[in-house]
Every structure is written in C-alpha cells, then in structure tokens.
C-alpha cells in the first residue's frame, strides 16, 4: 500500500516523528537538570541565601517599631527639625511602651541598636526600664525628663524618630562615614569618627601592593616551571604547593617570629652589622608585615594560573624570534611576555580578591595600620554585634569587587583570562 505524499512521518508505534524528537529532546532537557540540580541547590544554600540574607540585614532595622510601636505612631507627627521638645502625647506613649516591654526586658534591645548611633543610649533604656514601670497616672514629660536628662534632649528624640522606620539606610550610611541630620540630610560624621572610608582605601591599596609584589616573584618561578625539563619543573612544583599543606595560622605566626624586633630577621641583620642592635627594623604590627605575609600566602595563587599559561606556549616561538635576529631579550619581552598576558589577568584577579577577604593574616601582623576592612566586618560580626553595620560594609566591599570586577573587563576582557 503506497504512504500518500503529504502523511505525516511517524515511528514504528504510530506517534509522528515531530511529537516524538520533541519528548526526546525534553527528557534530555530533564535527565541534563537533575545533574546539574545537587549542584545548583549546593550554590543557592551557600551563596545565594547567604548574600541575600547579607542584603536584608543591611536595610532591616525594626528594633524601634517593634518595641516602641506607639512612640513611633506619634513621632511621626512631631517635627524633628523645630526646637521644641515632643508633646505629652509621645512622652505617655513612651512610658506605656516601655511599660510593655519591660517584663519581657526588650526594652534594653532598643537601647542597644540606638547606641551604636548614639553613646549613651544604652544606659538610658536599661534606666528607664527600671524606673518608668514605676510611674503612676500620668502627666508623664515632666516627670520622665526628671528620671533622665537626656529625655529632655531634643537630639535624643531625634535619633529615636530616625531609626522608627523598619527599613533604613542608615547602616550604609554609617559604612561611608555618613549620617542623616534631623532635617533628613545626608553629611560627613566627624572627623574622628571616619574611619571606614579609609579602611576601604587601604584595603584597596594594601590588595594591589599584595598583587604586585605576587606577581614580580611569581613570574620567573612561573618561567622557571615551564622551561625546566619535567623532574626538576615537578620538584619545584611541589615546592610551590607545600604551603598549601601547611595551615594557614601556623604559616602566619611564623612570620611573627621572623619579623619581630627579636626575630629572627632582625638577629641576622645585627649579626652581619647591617644594622645596630638599638635600630631594629619594625616589620609587625604594620601594613609592611601584612604586604609580607600575605604576599608569601597568595604566591602560589598567582604562580599556578602563571605556569599553566606558559606551559601551552610553544618554545619554538622563542626561537624563531631569535633566528631572525631578535635579542634574546628583545624576543622575550615582545614575543613571549604578550602571550602570558591571559596567565597574567587570571593571576592577578584572583590574588586581589582573594587578598580583599583576608582578616585572619592582617588581624595578626597587620596592627593598627595594617588591618583591612574584613577586619571589621568580622569584629561586628562576632564581637559588637552590630551584624547591620556588616552586611552593609560587606554589600559595599561586594559592589567593590564587582566594579573592579566590570572595569577588569572593560580594559583587559575577561576571555582573555585564562587558567591553563
């Protein structure tokens, strides 16, 4: 029996040919997802969730609202930029809140949050607290300023009417050396209390020091690795990776010892007299100690995406520019440098970063100067539990790094980055 001309193409059951490649495609589609899916899940539970919770945290701020939800209703009608104290109104408002709160001792959280603002805060709330489910029938103003002074200061109730919101931007303000006037202003704090601007800067420049110094020594190391015949290029490979198996807190103490006044380092120097004993060098405690024992850390970092760039270089190039005439020299640094280039992005991208992060290293030789903004972070984190003020440092170091990241592409081209 003769197939009519224009009858669909089917498979041997009977299904056409177009409906079956169709479920065939889409069982590869789903066999291909549930690979990939421990994957994806690992990166969201790991990543994902973490910088968005780091995100919410750097606007989240619902202390106030949450325990002194009737002050802040009638703040809000209260004109923060006039000289005039609250009214009755907010003063009773205040006192049924904390009244409130207190059994529950929640009162003191509001005073806390406020005096990472403001010092003082904190022992005004854990008074008030005290005292104020003490009073009777109101009129309260008078008798609340009496229990505190500070109750009667307009700056007081300007604080507390600028955090009432649940959300602000006041964390990120805060991590840029900023602060919101009453009028709702936005201006420099003062000058003795900036100090994360400039930890920002000489993160960024202590990182690039770091990744030069990296790259000035990791390159012939680098050279050395793919021009060495393969035992002793293996040899010295393994000396590159041995520190990898060594811990990093014992490396960094190591350093302690080398470059203290009584180190070692400077035993040696006063031994050969190339200085006196009462002029020994300061290379701890200082931004010279961090650049030192970071750059000994991330070595490796930049020498391995080094090496496996040269190692596809062909040595015939070299060669050939010499057999033309060229200086050894001359062939090196205009046939063989350019092609390490890819080796060069790669490396140095990733020792920034990677020195951008690092707070275990500078909190234990960098001292007052050679700390980086990590340092901080991990001091709100654990130690002031200011964990707004850190997601907010740790959002604007991201961006940072992402700028960097963008301008790197821009200039460079991030396909011209290559790790082997």
């Given at each position: 029996?003769?197939?009519?001309?224009d009858?669909?193409?089917?498979?041997?059951?009977?299904?056409?040919?177009?409906?079956?490649?169709?479920?065939?495609?889409?069982?590869?589609k789903?066999?291909?997802?549930?690979?990939?899916?421990?994957?994806?899940?690992?990166?969201?539970?790991?990543?994902?969730?973490?910088?968005?919770?780091?995100?919410?945290?750097?606007?989240?701020?619902?202390?106030?609202?949450?325990?002194?939800?009737?002050?802040?209703?009638?703040?809000?009608?209260?004109?923060?930029t006039?000289?005039?104290?609250?009214?009755?109104?907010?003063?009773?408002?205040?006192?049924?809140?904390?009244?409130?709160?207190?059994?529950?001792?929640?009162?003191t959280?509001?005073?806390?949050?406020?005096?990472?603002?403001?010092?003082?805060?904190?022992?005004?709330?854990?008074?008030?607290?005290?005292?104020?489910?003490?009073?009777?029938?109101?009129?309260?103003?008078?008798?609340?300023?009496?229990?505190?002074?500070?109750?009667?200061?307009?700056?007081?109730?300007?604080?507390?009417?600028?955090?009432?919101p649940?959300?602000?931007?006041?964390?990120?303000?805060?991590?840029?050396d900023?602060?919101?006037?009453?009028?709702?202003?936005?201006?420099?704090?003062?000058?003795?209390?900036?100090?994360?601007?400039?930890?920002?800067?000489?993160?960024?420049?202590?990182?690039?020091?770091?990744t030069?110094?990296?790259?000035?020594?990791?390159?012939?190391?680098?050279?050395?690795?793919?021009?060495?015949?393969?035992?002793?290029?293996?040899?010295?490979?393994?000396?590159?990776?041995?520190?990898?198996?060594?811990?990093?807190?014992?490396?960094?103490?190591?350093?302690?010892?080398?470059?203290q006044?009584?180190?070692?380092?400077?035993?040696?120097?006063?031994?050969?007299?190339?200085?006196?004993?009462?002029?020994r060098?300061?290379?701890?405690?200082?931004?010279?100690?961090?650049?030192?024992?970071?750059?000994?850390?991330?070595?490796?970092?930049?020498?391995?995406?080094?090496?496996?760039?040269?190692?596809?270089?062909?040595?015939s190039?070299?060669?050939?520019?010499?057999?033309?005439?060229?200086?050894?020299?001359?062939?090196?640094?205009?046939?063989?440098?350019?092609?390490?280039?890819?080796?060069?992005?790669?490396?140095?991208?990733?020792?920034?970063?990677?020195?951008?992060?690092?707070?275990?290293?500078?909190?234990?030789?960098?001292?007052?100067?050679?700390?980086?903004?990590?340092?901080?972070?991990?001091?709100?984190?654990?130690?002031?539990?200011?964990?707004?003020?850190?997601?907010?440092?740790?959002?604007?170091?991201?961006?940072l790094?992402?700028?960097?990241?963008?301008?790197?592409?821009?200039?460079?081209?991030?396909?011209?980055?290559k790790?082997?």
């Open positions: 029996m003769a197939i009519p001309a009858a669909p193409l089917t498979t041997v059951d009977g299904i056409p040919l177009k409906v079956s490649l169709a479920r065939a495609l889409r069982r590869d789903i066999k291909s997802l549930l690979l990939v899916a421990p994957l994806f899940v690992f990166i969201t539970l790991t990543f994902v969730i973490p910088i968005g919770d780091m995100l919410f945290r750097g606007i989240e701020d619902p202390i106030v609202s949450k325990y002194l939800p009737r002050t802040a209703a009638e703040l809000e009608k209260w004109d923060a006039s000289d005039e104290l609250p009214d009755e109104n907010v003063f009773e408002a205040l006192v049924m809140d904390i009244k409130a709160g207190a059994p529950d001792r929640v009162i959280r509001v005073g806390k949050r406020l005096n990472y603002e403001q010092p003082g805060m904190s022992s005004l709330f854990r008074k008030s607290q005290r005292r104020i489910p003490k009073l009777e029938e109101g009129p309260y103003k008078d008798t609340v300023i009496k229990l505190d002074k500070k109750w009667g200061r307009i700056t007081t109730w300007q604080l507390i009417k600028t955090f009432s649940p959300f602000t931007a006041g964390y990120f303000w805060a991590a840029l900023l602060q919101v006037t009453p009028s709702g202003d936005v201006e420099f704090q003062d000058q003795k209390k900036r100090i994360y601007l400039k930890l920002f800067l000489r993160t960024l420049y202590l990182s690039g020091v770091i030069l110094m990296t790259l000035i020594l990791g390159y012939p190391v680098a050279y050395l690795l793919a021009t060495l015949p393969l035992k002793s290029s293996n040899l010295l490979l393994m000396l590159v990776l041995l520190p990898f198996w060594t811990s990093l807190l014992v490396r960094t103490t190591s350093w302690i010892a080398l470059l006044r009584q180190g070692v380092i400077n035993d040696l120097l006063v031994g050969v007299n190339i200085i006196d004993t009462d002029n060098l300061s290379m701890i405690h200082n931004a010279t100690g961090t650049i030192i024992a970071m750059t000994h850390i991330l070595l490796p970092f930049m020498i391995l995406p080094l090496y496996s760039v040269m190692k596809t270089i062909p040595p190039y070299m060669r050939a520019a010499i057999s033309l005439g060229a200086h050894p020299a001359a062939a090196f640094i205009r046939v063989y440098a350019p092609n390490t280039v890819p080796g060069i992005g790669a490396g140095s991208i990733l020792v920034f970063i990677l020195a951008i992060g690092y707070y275990i290293t500078p909190a234990l030789v960098g001292g007052t100067s050679g700390t980086f903004i990590s340092n901080f972070i991990a001091y709100h984190v654990s130690v002031s539990l200011n964990w707004g003020l850190a997601a907010a440092l740790g959002i604007i170091l991201l961006g790094v992402l700028v960097l990241y963008l301008l790197y592409d821009k200039i460079v081209g991030i396909d011209n980055m790790l082997g």
